[in-house]
């Protein structure tokens, strides 16, 4: 198992940024991610809120081995053609550490803010589908003209090439049948929050229970397209189930077991953000970036 961490993009001026980043990999993550909002949630709606790309770029200036990505980019704001210049962009910069997070967006939050009717769920599926495998031809070949119900693009160039081959690597996310679908087609990972109708309200093992249903949705989604499960990551971004992360390092130890066990290949904790839901002492988040040694060991169920 891999520990990788998550920054929000709420510093304000480059000095917070380049230190929030450096910081991620000196501690030692495998990979620090971020949100691809337009904004999100109380309490953070009305503060300090970045743009993703710009924030990643800066961190791809300010490290040198650290993996960084997307938790998720959405449809809600973004086209095809534009986000794959974005990655593509990034991927330069980085020398290749880039991981590309994709969600289907929710009819909430920012998805709004561009105007248009709320989508169902099931347009909302059908949107980012198309988002995904549009992405997959931009990102793997020179020019590509392409049409859709949603998109479309004409001689859109993508030059030079991603730095890892044949593309950046897209981390899926998905608790549905269409989007473990799309994981098992498209994704080197898929992401998980754990289950939206537990959630924090739940219990432990009522968590970890939903959980392991969800792999076991997602092996059989594997299967109906011929991959072996074992070839795809699976990541579990925490702070959204009751399992207790933020109290103690030995704590996250043993949930981080616990997950691996169910065949998490890759956890990620928020950087501390104090007042919200992933308040935590500085002191104990740098303790649990010292377990990746150990996490490391950890071996699957699965496996």
């Not at 959405?74 to 210049?85: D, E, G, I, Y």
């Not at 992933?278 to 649990?288: K, L, T, W």
Request: aromatic share 6%; charged share 20%; hydrophobic share 40%.
């Amino acid at each position: 198992m891999r520990l990788s961490t998550c920054i929000l993009p709420i510093a304000t001026g480059p000095a917070a940024t380049k230190e929030a980043w450096q910081r991620a990999e000196l501690l030692g993550f495998h990979a620090a991610y971020t949100y691809d909002h337009l904004n999100w949630e109380e309490p953070f709606l009305d503060g300090p809120w970045g743009d993703a790309w710009p924030t990643l770029a800066t961190a791809a200036a300010v490290t040198s081995t650290i993996r960084l990505g997307t938790l998720v980019s959405t449809p809600n704001f973004h086209h095809p053609v534009t986000l794959a210049k974005k990655v593509l962009t990034l991927d330069g910069l980085s020398d290749g550490r880039v991981t590309l997070g994709l969600g289907a967006g929710t009819d909430e939050g920012d998805s709004r803010i561009l105007g248009g009717d709320p989508l169902t769920p099931g347009r909302r599926a059908d949107r980012f589908a198309e988002l995904v495998e549009h992405l997959d031809v931009l990102l793997t070949q020179d020019v590509s003209t392409l049409s859709g119900e949603w998109y479309s693009a004409v001689e859109a160039r993508m030059l030079p090439r991603c730095v890892q081959r044949p593309r950046v690597p897209f981390a899926i996310a998905g608790g549905g049948p269409r989007g473990m679908r799309l994981a098992a087609q498209h994704g080197q990972a898929w992401v998980t929050t754990g289950d939206d109708q537990i959630g924090r309200g739940g219990t432990v093992a009522e968590t970890r229970a939903a959980l392991a249903t969800q792999i076991a949705r997602l092996d059989a989604a594997c299967a109906d397209v011929g991959r072996d499960p074992a070839t795809l990551e699976k990541i579990l971004l925490t702070g959204f189930t009751v399992d207790d992360v933020h109290s103690a390092a030995e704590a996250f130890l043993e949930t981080a077991a616990a997950y691996a066990g169910l065949g998490i290949t890759e956890i990620v904790i928020h950087a501390p953000i104090p007042g919200t839901r992933f308040e935590m002492d500085d002191r104990v988040y740098c303790e649990i970036a010292t377990l990746g040694p150990e996490l490391a060991l950890l071996g699957s169920a699965r496996s």
